[in-house]
Each structure stands twice: as structure tokens, then as C-alpha cells.
């Protein structure tokens, strides 16, 4: 279990990301990976599941909505993993770690005309808050 823990802080490292805290919002982009060492978990942005958010050219019914996959280990239970996907306006927006609750608060870039953005423009904008009792 310390070699998988020590290999997650590795590959976090590697990942780009400054190292978040609890109660500040963090950006990963396409493909990155981060440690959040206060909240013992790990994470991995895998997959743009869907963007249906309104482009700013356009006059929508609806704002749409942005879907993203993130896999999630725990850096301290034997670090089994699992994919959680998170939108910004539908539920569930928010994924619920041990003591912990990791929000999506924004995906960027907005689109500004129709059509698919590729995969490795985005950016997510996340938050590993306490969990509310």
C-alpha cells in the first residue's frame, strides 16, 4: 500500500498541477492528475462525456450542460479507484469522498459556436470541500 501511495504522489507530480487544499478551487486539463494530500485522494481527469452547454453565438433553449469523467482513488485504502462523472448543471454535480465532497465548479472553455471542442482544450475547475453533516 506505501508503494501505491508513493506512486499516485509521483504521478501527481508529473501531472502539471500545483497541489490543492481544502476549501480552494484547483484547474486540471485534459489528461492531468493531482493528489489532494489533505483529503487522501487522487484524481484523474479521463473523459469530456458531453458538452451541450449553449454556445455564446447562439440563442438556446436551455443553458445546456457539461459532462466530465474523473477517476478517483484513495490515496489510503488500498487505492481501489473509481469514475465519477460530474456536470455543471445537472446532478450529480458533486461526488461525495470519505469525510470529504469533491464539487465541479466550472469547465472550460466555453463554447463560443456550435460544434465539439476537442478533448485536450479543457480545462475543469474543482473543489474539495468537508463534507456538510
Known amino acids: ?13 508529473c501531472g502539471g498541477a500545483t497541489e490543492p487544499t481544502i476549501g480552494h478551487e484547483f484547474q486540471l486539463a485534459f489528461g492531468e492528475s493531482v493528489t489532494v494530500q489533505e483529503a487522501a485522494v487522487w484524481l484523474h481527469f479521463t473523459d469530456v462525456v458531453a458538452d451541450s452547454r449553449c454556445p455564446l453565438q447562439a440563442q438556446c433553449v436551455w443553458a445546456g ?65 468537508p463534507a456538510v453533516p
Open 65 to 129: 450542460d457539461a459532462a466530465i469523467a474523473l477517476e478517483i482513488a484513495s490515496t489510503w485504502q488500498g487505492g481501489d479507484s473509481r469514475t465519477d462523472t460530474l456536470h455543471t448543471n445537472l446532478d450529480p454535480q458533486a461526488a461525495a469522498l470519505d469525510g470529504h465532497e469533491l464539487r465541479l465548479v466550472r469547465v472550460d472553455p466555453y463554447p463560443v459556436t456550435p460544434g465539439t471542442l476537442p478533448p485536450a482544450s479543457y480545462r475543469i475547475t474543482l473543489r474539495v470541500d
Open 1 to 13: 500500500m506505501r508503494k501505491l501511495g508513493i506512486l499516485l504522489a509521483l504521478m501527481a507530480a
